[in-house]
């Protein structure tokens, strides 16, 4: 007779669920490098070796986050350029902006700082944006002005709507094929 392990599996998937959502949370109250692995798996009420069974680390986790949340924003490749970028871009800054002025402040904190946090979702994002515009040297000039935008917002306390900056860029500089 064949064990089924059915119930075991849906407990590991349940376990990497609370993982992500604890360390999500942990780190939107707390910024990236204020949140140890430790106090991940405490919030998620899991053992610091269901955390490594499921990520290598907390920069696996937030990678894997990252590009989970916006390879679902990639829209159908059969439309314009402009509207994918349009779509892309657009719902990243009202998911940025939903996450809440304080963490998208963070979040630039440590981009400028450099860390695994802000260098990966750049990375991501000039990925993304290229694989749209089929040119990574336009890519980098739209992800320039869509971190400038949100910038701007950060620095205004909200202020300014990135999502207007970014759609007059596309509006001005992508060419459709």
Known sequence: MKYDNTGRRE????NKRKIAAAAIALINERGYDGV????ITKAAGVSKGAFYIHFKSKEDLIEREIKIFYDDLKSDASLP????LRFFLENSINHIKKSGLKTAQQWFSHSVR??????????????AVAEILGDEKEAKEAVSVYYGALNLWCFT?????PAAIVSDYIKRSVKND
């Not at 350029?81 to 994918?84: D, Q």
């Open 36 to 39: 140890s692995v430790e106090e």
């Open 157 to 161: 306390d909200g202020g300014v709507d």
């Open 114 to 127: 450099g860390s695994f946090y802000g260098k990966s979702k750049l990375n991501y994002d000039i990925r």
């Open 11 to 14: 407990q590991s998937e349940e």
């Open 81 to 84: 350029k402009a509207e994918r």
